[in-house]
């Protein structure tokens, strides 16, 4: 069965750094992979998908995530936090019988002044 | 597009009370999801649907949560009888093929508190 694990529930970095959110997933089956982010008190926005092709996704608001078949990861990145990025990210993998999304307990990221 | 809408956005009721919480799907899509969110537990998939038609409902807690789907463009999640431990924020969530890399679009959500 497809799971997925997002390492460290609570990232901190300034604004301007480098914003690193870590996801590891496991399936029997080639996988597909999002990650969502969710403002607070909102529901749960797109930012990226990978389904086939290209291993580095862009999404939106300068994220961006590479699929690591080797690794099993399809971590989280944007070169240069900002204040508006501080949600809490999911990430999320479609099970193998299709329909479902599994998601990973989310990781809170602040961004510090 | 309006995209997914639920209601109501806020429910207080008192343990023992039915609760009914309602989703109306994007148009033209096939799927809908009920999530559950909790800070104990996460995000939960309750229940979804396929063409109207409940697919897994392996999710849902007990026998005191019930969910249909009477047309394309409506569902409902009922508690009853409501419980404490029931207070969580419920997403609806729907999308136009189900699996395969299609993206889920996600509600507002209706925070639920029964006391």
């Known amino acids: 069965a497809q799971s997925v694990t997002q390492l460290g529930s609570h990232v901190s970095v300034s604004e301007g750094a480098l914003v690193l959110l870590r996801c590891n997933y496991s399936s029997s089956v080639p996988p597909y992979l999002f990650w969502y982010v969710q403002y607070p008190n909102q529901g749960l926005q797109l930012l990226l998908k990978?389904?086939?092709?290209?291993?580095l996704v862009k999404g939106i608001n300068g994220f961006e995530a590479e699929f690591k078949k080797s690794e099993t990861s399809f971590h989280l990145t944007k070169p240069s936090a900002h204040m508006s990025d501080a949600a809490e990210y999911f990430c999320?993998?479609?099970?193998?019988?299709?329909?479902?999304?599994?998601f990973g307990q989310g990781t809170e990221l602040s961004v510090k002044p | 597009d309006a995209g997914v809408i639920q209601s109501p956005r806020h429910e207080v009721t008192e343990m023992g009370q039915e609760v009914t919480l309602r989703c109306k799907p994007i148009?033209?899509?096939?799927?809908l999801f009920w999530y559950r969110q909790t800070m104990m537990r996460g995000l939960e998939l309750l229940i979804y649907f396929n063409n109207n038609v409940p697919i897994d409902d392996s999710g849902m807690p007990e026998d005191r949560f019930s969910a249909k789907m009477p047309n394309a463009s409506f569902s409902t999640l009922k508690i009853q009888p409501s419980e404490p431990r029931d207070s969580a924020v419920y997403f609806c969530?729907?999308?136009?093929?189900?699996?395969?890399?299609?993206?889920?679009?996600f509600g507002p959500g209706t925070r639920l508190t029964v006391t």
């Open positions: 999320a993998v479609i099970d193998d019988q299709g329909g479902k999304l599994i």
């Open positions: 969530a729907s999308s136009d093929v189900p699996g395969q890399g299609q993206e889920q679009y």
């Open positions: 148009s033209g899509h096939n799927s």
């Open positions: 990978y389904t086939t092709g290209a291993t």
